[in-house]
């Protein structure tokens, strides 16, 4: 082999290290600026409660809460992705939530109640004066990149009455594979993995006619 030859094999496995050695310590930004839509709520307050994090690797202890997925390396070795300002990713898709639904015109109020049982969803409903609920549970939403993206997801929403009574579901789960990048598959996957959630809660809540009747009506 010629010393250009492999003085230009060593620059190519300098690139493909540099690249793929990168993959640890990866955070994910999911700040959501819906733009606003037609005024569906016309003004009503509705009551969101914190997201329940249900999926089975942070309920078993084996990430973190704030973990959104693995980035792996050109060897297939998997590293935690996280969110970009380390609280738990079910505080971040609560946030979501709530400007997703205000921006069709609803004023929502986020509250944590630790038991979610009628009586205590009924005095939150009554205490914030509002004529409905809403709750999500994330039972499952992570990604998994090596240079195109899987993703698997599955959440539920409930809508409930002043009572407590749940009125609505509606559950949106799958997989799929989002197109990454061949270079720089971190990059893709940074603004891909956000703007695939912002979607999926879109299609859950707002984007489901049943769902918004039940929190107008």
Known sequence: MSRKRMF???IFCFIF??????AAGRKHDFSYTPEKGQN???????LVLQVAD???EVV???EDPNWVGWQRSGFGIPFDITTSDGKPFAEKVTEVIIKDISSV???CKGKKVDELTKEKISSAVKEANAE????VVMKMFHS???QNIDMEWDFQVMVYDSAGNIVKTNEEKGTTELEGARWNPMAAAEKAVPKFLHSVIRKLIVGNNEIMKALVN
């Open 105 to 107: 015109g609803f004023i």
């Open 40 to 46: 569906i709520g016309n003004g009503k307050t509705v």
């Open 17 to 22: 290290i540099f690249i793929w050695g990168c």
């Open 8 to 10: 230009q094999l060593l």
């Open 144 to 146: 998994d990149t090596i």
């Open 132 to 135: 409905k609920a809403l709750h």
């Open 54 to 56: 249900k999926r089975p």
């Open 60 to 62: 078993q202890g084996k």
